[in-house]
């Protein structure tokens, strides 16, 4: 069984990736939250920094690309070539307002004959050795827009599909539409990945139960919330305190240095807890503690008081 790590725009940065593959190994492969390549062909400083080969060591990358040109895509997969990275997958899953507006993410969705043109236009001028994947959801409105779409992934060499089986009005919510992910598990003609709310052992082992041929497994706010999600789902143990307080610590300390300070790193730190948090029992009020700090030294302390006071929940 493959397990890879999720995209998680402003969470699962190189900081975090690295963290992770060091002190929970298990991830296969890692994927960068999504590069909005822009028309003129240039990246953020940021998004520079996120994929430099130097800042993922001991990681597996797989750059995620946002956009619904095909030049555009093309340049950002020889530019992650050039990095060493030889996978680049395409985002057509965000369900945002502005990227969907642009006709990005989710709302590429919303034209299959533009996507199909998109991906004729790609697969003619990408160059040997470099895979495409797509990361994408099963529809905007209703399920019944799957099947088109399936058509044209299945049209293309596909390195992996990775389907996220909810519709861009679900954002997150409710639960994974897994009757309309059939469709692709009996249909997709490559490489198929599944991604939704996986977060146990348990969880893994109901969807294997459905769809018993199941080999590739995308795992996000799971392996945010614990981090040792992927050894476990290996059989392994399950996180404890001291690693997950050194965990965390590498990370704040990364993006401290990284972002420059806390004013920076402050959200993206809090950000995480709202996922970890519900790791910990009875955490209520340690977590105001740890969202109100507005200094280091309150975040700190605020955090290990609550290392200090709430047992790791079962998981
Ligand atoms: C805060 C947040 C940021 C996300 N950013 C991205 C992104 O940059 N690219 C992407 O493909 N998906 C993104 N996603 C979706 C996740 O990759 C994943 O598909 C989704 O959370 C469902 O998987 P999970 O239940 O394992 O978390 C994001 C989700 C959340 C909650």
Known sequence: MRFDLAPLEGVTDFTFRTALCRFFPGADRCYSPFIAANQTCSMKTRE?????????????????????????FVWAAKEMAERGWTTV????????ATVFTHGKGAGFLSDPSR?????ESVFETVPDGIRVSVKTRIGIEDAKEAPALLEVFNRYP???LIVHPRLRKDFYKGKPDLDAYRLFYE?????????GDIFSAADLEALLHVFPRTCRVMIGRGAIRNPAVFRMLRGGAGPDAG????FHDEVLAGRMEDLQGFANTAGKMKE????????????????KAVKKARTLEAYRAAVRALFENCRLAAC
Request: hydrophobic share 40%; proline share 4%.
């Open 187 to 195: 249909g997709c003609r490559g490489n198929l990945t599944y991604n």
């Open 115 to 119: 996507l199909d043109a998109f991906f």
């Open 48 to 72: 520079k920094k996120d994929v430099a080969p130097e800042h993922n060591s001991g990681v597996l990358l797989v750059p995620q690309i946002l956009t619904n040109r095909a030049d555009v």
């Open 158 to 160: 596909l390195d992996e």
């Open 89 to 96: 997958n395409l985002n057509l899953g965000c369900p945002s």
């Open 272 to 287: 995480q807890w709202f996922y970890m948090g519900s790791l910990f029992e009875h955490a209520d009020r340690y977590l």
């Open 243 to 246: 690693e997950l307080m050194r």
